[in-house]
């Protein structure tokens, strides 16, 4: 089981079991909870009430829950000072470990406890770590000043720390050095120009020319400051591993050593990864790289010992038949794993490597125990490497595990990847066993290093026109990352906040409002430059235009509009922009259903009474629409897609709060996924054709229609992007989601066979898990069906008390087809595992974000 089980509990008294668990003899039941501590404080629960508890397990030589015990005293010293400072004579014990990394933990996270009352106790460990006999402590030590000094100035000056960091200067440790110049210039720029704390001479100059040349050009830099951001360290890694050559991978393992033994897991992962990859891409370093890894596999962390064997196992495809003296070392550390892509990364090795080790089969079948409940991805790699056992050595008791396992995956497995896989082995084996050897083990591909491949044009193109932009962070131009409809709301956002005059014969001195502006300036946009995607390319013009502008404008419009992604490019303006008045109320009038009663309601009641009767909208489906924009004083947008009568539709709720009313509505989506556009863009309003002021609520149904040439290409997404135009307050736009239910077409059902095959014939499946509970499997059918879904099988699974339902559905909006979808739950408990299968893989997370409002029946 990985980390992420420690984030999972959200428990009533949850505190008070950390607090037993914290307190338990057990050392791994107290390690568990300190995790389950440090996961609940990284999503911002409050965990500091059991401060003293997490505090007492300082006292450990757990060097993984030493670290974490300090993660979190760094983070809530501030707010419990008087309590940090029971942890002093812990800090102060530490910094005389025999283990200089424990000493130079311990002086490292003193200084990240910013709080004044402790900063007087570090100054005597920091004393002596500053002249420790280990090169690792001093270097710690030397940034640690830097960080006391931005707490106390003061102190660090009359403790003489300044005078010990110049004399490091002259370490015989080119790193030592580094860090110490390091530490003295941020001391520097905290105090100011008036100091002169580096007192630059011709002795500490020849001090820091005699260590350049041990530095190399890693010296002379700061790799990952104590300070930077995560999101910097991570890039920096990124960096040191593209510089990382056969000259300086003795500097780069050094550092990134030093990374894997910090408290911020993410880092650390990332750090041991970077060790593989210098290992895989630089073949002279390899062993260097490796015994690395051993000593970090030492330190007994979990974390620590997965990530190493992760990368182990790329080392053995990269260098086969090279360095596989070290899988003894690999094999004393199985305890550690609990993380599905470790387990797959050890059982490759035993099952690549059976032949020489000795008790492979032993070990193989301590992981086959929990084979049941593993991961898809372990038990495929538990299946291929149990035949490699057995093709390998076909003794007695990997025979047994062979036929064992096989009878599992092929009767007792819900992934058909698994029993398909399975069923391929039997055959084989039973078939034709030499073949089944040439198949199973035949020679691997000797993997690569591309992380540092770039092409010559691309890294062109990112020098020139996109350095300093996030294009150069990923390495890929904007195109691939940024849609042209972002492009387009960025540009109408620029416009909007510009005021425009009109011009070819507009009245002089006559300023447009903001947003008719922007639009005039977009339609300008437009037709100087045809690539760019403008929202606001073809709002209404200003009134009375020349003549001659108008004709000028009816031709350009053509040749601007083509090739945007415009998204009210496609009105239907008219004349002037707006739909006929007179026709509009004449029309509301004649479907008014209050026109033949008496005391019918007037002014703005009576228009939203006629349009809430009109549009068929119960009161009670109006105070259930979402929010979609919200405008104090202005116009506020309520509203839900759905599907009605095999259409689908907008559910608008629309407010007017300003003083008087505003008239001239009309709606457009940009493009999207499914190419859903207004049928009509006129918004059908009541009479008179306007929404009233006073903060009526007027409801509105705008039928949706699938337009092939709007749907933008993959990967599909579910962001729908509104522009509502009104000639008052302009136009307003408004983000929304399409769900599940509005898109899954009536008649969408196959039969039972058919759907088996297409679940074969499709690629592999996507599975994900809904925190939500189901009554029942009929209340789960009956909402099912209610939304599209048609359920072909409802079966129990056995020995889980899940059920199984198997259903499809149907989505024509953007072509995506049929899709299959497996539910399995137990009936009123939380969690719903869900796996799709369709032509698109980028269908699936349109079904696991839909899926639960129609689980829960509120789509």
């Known amino acids: 089981m990985s980390d992420g089980k420690y984030f999972s509990t959200t428990k009533r008294g949850e505190i008070h079991e950390l607090k037993e668990e914290l307190r338990s003899l057990d050392r791994p039941k107290k390690k568990d909870a300190v995790k389950k501590v440090i996961a609940a404080m990284t999503v911002g629960k409050d965990v500091s009430m059991l401060f003293p508890d997490v505090v007492n397990c300082m006292q450990t030589d757990d060097l993984e829950l030493k670290k974490l015990v300090y993660l979190y005293l760094i983070n809530y010293a501030k707010t419990q000072p008087d309590l940090a400072i029971m942890a002093v004579n812990t800090f102060v014990k530490d910094s005389q470990d025999p283990n200089p990394l424990i000493r ?104 820091l020319l005699a260590a350049l040349n041990e530095c190399t050009e890693w010296g002379q830099v700061f790799f990952c400051k104590y300070n930077d951001p995560l999101y910097v360290k991570m890039e920096k890694l990124e960096i040191m591993i593209r510089l990382a050559s056969d000259k300086n991978i003795d500097q780069v393992l050094l550092e990134l050593k030093e990374y894997a033994q910090e408290v911020d897991v993410d880092f650390v992962r990332k750090s041991v990864r970077a060790i593989g990859r210098c290992a895989v891409a630089l073949d002279k370093a390899t062993e260097r790289c490796i015994n690395v890894l051993l000593e970090l596999i030492q330190t007994k962390v979990s974390y620590v010992v997965q990530e190493a064997i992760i990368v182990i196992k790329d080392i053995f495809r990269r260098y086969p038949n090279q360095y596989e003296s070290i899988i003894a070392t690999l094999c004393d550390n199985l305890d550690s794993l609990d993380e599905p892509e470790a387990k797959s990364s050890m059982i490759w090795i035993i099952g690549e490597y059976a032949e020489r080790i000795d008790n492979a089969d032993e070990l193989m079948a301590a992981f086959l125990e929990t084979f049941p409940e593993e991961s898809s991805m372990v038990q495929l790699q538990l299946l291929t490497a149990t035949v490699k056992l057995f093709l390998k050595k076909p003794t007695e008791a990997a025979q047994k595990m062979i036929s064992a396992v096989l009878s599992c995956a092929t009767n007792e497995t819900d992934s058909p990847d698994l029993r398909d896989r399975a069923f391929i082995y039997w055959r084989l084996l039973s078939t034709d066993p030499e073949a089944a050897k040439d198949v199973v083990l035949a020679e691997k591909p000797v993997i690569a290093d591309d992380s540092s491949s770039l092409d010559p044009s691309l890294l062109e193109q990112l020098v020139t026109r996109y350095l300093a932009t996030v294009a150069a962070v990923y390495h890929r131009p904007p195109e691939t990352f940024v849609s042209r409809q972002r492009l387009a709301v960025a540009r109408a956002e620029e416009l909007g906040s510009r005021k425009f005059e009109e011009e070819d014969g507009a009245v002089a001195g006559n300023l447009v409002s ?75 009038a004649s479907s008014d259903p209050f026109a033949s009663f008496g005391g019918a309601p007037s002014g703005g009641a009576a228009a939203a009474a006629a349009a809430a009767a009109a549009a068929g909208i119960s009161p009670a489906a109006l105070s259930q629409l979402p929010v979609l924009l919200s405008t104090p004083g202005g116009v506020s947008v309520c509203g839900r897609l759905v599907r009605q009568a095999g259409q689908v539709e907008y559910l608008l709720a629309l407010k007017n709060d300003t003083a008087a009313p505003v008239d001239g509505l009309m709606i457009q989506t940009n493009r999207n996924s499914f190419g859903l ?63 599940l239910a509005a898109l899954t077409e009536e008649g969408g059902t196959m039969e039972a066979a058919d759907f088996l095959n297409a679940w074969k014939a499709l690629p592999p499946e996507a599975s994900a898990r809904l925190p939500l509970a189901v009554p029942s499997a009929d209340v789960a059918k009956q909402r099912l069906a209610a939304a599209n879904l048609y359920v072909l099988a409802h079966r129990q699974v056995p020995a889980t008390g899940q059920d199984a339902i198997y259903a499809t559905c149907r989505i024509g909006a953007g072509g995506i087809g049929q899709v299959l979808l497996e539910l399995k739950f137990v009936a009123g408990a939380g969690g719903v595992d869900v796996s799709v299968k369709a032509q698109r893989q980028d269908v699936s997370q349109l079904v696991f974000d839909g899926l639960p409002a129609v689980l829960l029946g509120t789509a």
């Open 677 to 739: 556009s207004p049928v009509s863009q006129v918004l059908a309003l009541p009479a008179p054709g306007a929404l009233p002021p006073g903060g009526v609520t007027v409801p509105v149904r705008v039928p949706l229609a699938a337009d092939g040439s709007k749907v933008t290409p993959p990967p599909l997404g579910t962001g729908l992007q509104v522009a509502l135009r009104t000639n008052q307050v302009g136009v307003l736009y408004f983000n929304d989601a399409v769900p």
């Open 514 to 588: 903001d947003n008719n502006a922007a639009a005039a300036a977009g339609a300008a946009a437009a037709a100087s430059a045809s690539a760019v995607g403008d929202l606001l390319d073809l709002s209404e013009p200003s009134p009375a235009p020349a003549p001659h502008a108008a004709a000028a404008a009816a031709a350009a419009a053509p040749s601007a509009a083509r090739g945007l992604d415009d998204l009210l490019g496609g009105l239907d303006l008219g004349g002037s922009g707006a739909p006929p008045p007179a026709a509009s109320t004449s029309a509301a």
């Open 104 to 207: 130079a933990l311990a002086v490292r996270t003193m200084g990240c406890i910013r709080v004044d009352k402790i900063t007087e106790y570090l100054c005597d460990p920091l004393q002596r770590c500053l002249k420790d006999d280990d090169p690792y402590v001093r270097k710690t030590a030397a940034v640690c000043v830097a960080k006391l000094y931005d707490i106390n100035p003061e102190l660090v000056e009359d403790r003489g720390f300044l005078d010990m960091l110049r004399e490091m200067l002259s370490d015989a440790n080119p790193m030592v050095v580094a860090n110490a110049l390091a530490a003295l210039q941020e001391i520097q720029e905290l105090a100011g120009p008036g100091k002169d704390l580096l007192q630059m001479n011709s002795q500490t100059l020849n001090k």
